[in-house]
């Protein structure tokens, strides 16, 4: 849904779908059956969007935000 934190991150039919009915999902399934390309497109989108929030990643980033705290 739209009104959720996830769309911060979600680009409407690159990453994702962002809805702001329950009913939207139901043409949404519909044209990801219709279109294999924009399926294999999604998913290989919101795969790369998946690693930003990998726990390897986020231990990176508190790192060098706990090290840069500490060097100032």
Do not use: M, P, R, T
């Not at 409407?12 to 044209?31: A, P, R, S, T, Y």
């Amino acid at each position: 849904y739209s009104d959720y934190g996830a769309s911060e991150w979600i680009v409407n039919g690159k990453n994702g779908f962002v809805v702001n009915e329950f009913d939207e999902v139901i043409n949404i399934v519909n044209k990801l059956i219709d279109n294999n390309h924009l399926l294999q497109s999604c998913s290989k989108s919101v795969v790369c969007l998946s690693q930003e929030f990998s726990w390897k990643n986020k231990i990176k980033f508190w790192e060098d935000e706990i090290n840069n705290i500490l060097n100032d």
